[in-house]
């Protein structure tokens, strides 16, 4: 090996090493992500939940926050792979809240199993312990609930019955209309069957909750896949707020129910929030 060629080595190995240096300072500068353990008085048990702060967070001010709900038979953290959600927290300078909603809670208060009150966990108990624990700024109107699958049914069957708490909801691949699917995802654990009890069914379906909405009483965004097997209640959804003249977004494009589809969708939804947010002052 030449003189000439060691030399090459050597500088080429210098830049690399002097790019890994910046690149992991930026990282180490970025986001930061922490699991905490809340108590719920109504459960009488410590829930996981991620939270997720902006690179800016030391700055001093307070922050809007997302919370994002998981899928059924999912975890707190399973938004978190992979950095993404970490990432739009950091562009959009919102903190991101990740509660376990464990395997199926469907984020109800079960009138079956009284030890599932996860309604009562998010919308009040996680909210105040949030709140009272980091730089929120503490309005509805800066605070947004989101998610899929389950999640997305949890984040809008909230958000409409907690108006005072969300100023912004939005679903995902949602179930907002669990009656089409009575022995799928253990919500007849939750509510009891559809055929004994037909009156939790009725009453805990987001879309026969939307008479409880005023007129851009929350800001509304959902979208849905074409190939997935939650696309037509989705699609009611849309004509039954239209009929009823509530302002909402809804996003139809080709996609299944996965996360392929929903780590895409997730960017617009954050944009979504981010814009009404900034429309506080």
Request: negative net charge.
């Amino acid at each position: 090996m030449t003189r000439f060629h060691m030399k090459t080595r050597i500088l080429s190995f210098v830049l690399l090493f002097t790019i890994s240096a910046l690149m992991s300072s930026h990282i180490a500068s970025a986001f930061s992500e922490t699991e905490i353990m809340v108590r719920s008085a109504s459960m009488n048990k410590d829930v996981p939940v991620t939270v997720i702060t902006p690179d800016c967070y030391s700055e001093g001010h307070s922050f809007p926050v997302v919370y994002l709900l998981h899928g059924f038979s999912d975890y707190h953290r399973k938004w978190a792979v992979g950095g993404h959600v970490g990432a739009l927290a950091d562009r959009h300078g919102v903190i991101v809240v990740m509660p376990d909603g464990g395997f199926s809670s469907w984020y109800l208060d079960s009138p079956m199993m009284p030890e599932y009150k996860y309604e009562t966990f998010v919308s009040k108990e996680l909210i105040s312990y949030i709140d009272g624990n980091y730089k929120t700024i503490p309005d509805r109107k800066a605070r947004a609930v989101t998610g899929n699958s389950m999640g997305g049914h949890g984040a809008m069957y909230l958000a409409i019955r907690h108006q005072d708490v969300f100023g912004s909801a939005g679903a995902m691949s949602g179930g907002v209309d669990i009656r089409p699917f009575p022995d799928n995802w253990h919500i007849s654990k939750r509510l009891g069957t559809i055929e004994e009890h037909p009156e939790h069914w009725e009453a805990n379906t987001v879309i026969n909750m939307t008479h409880l909405l005023k007129q851009a009483s929350i800001n509304i965004i959902f979208d849905c896949g074409t190939e997935d097997f939650f696309y037509e209640v989705n699609c009611n959804l849309h004509r039954k707020l239209l009929q009823e003249n509530i302002p909402h977004e809804f996003i139809s494009r080709p996609g299944s129910h996965n996360w392929t589809y929903w780590f895409n969708a997730i960017k617009y939804q954050f944009l979504f929030f981010s814009d009404r947010f900034s429309q506080m002052n």
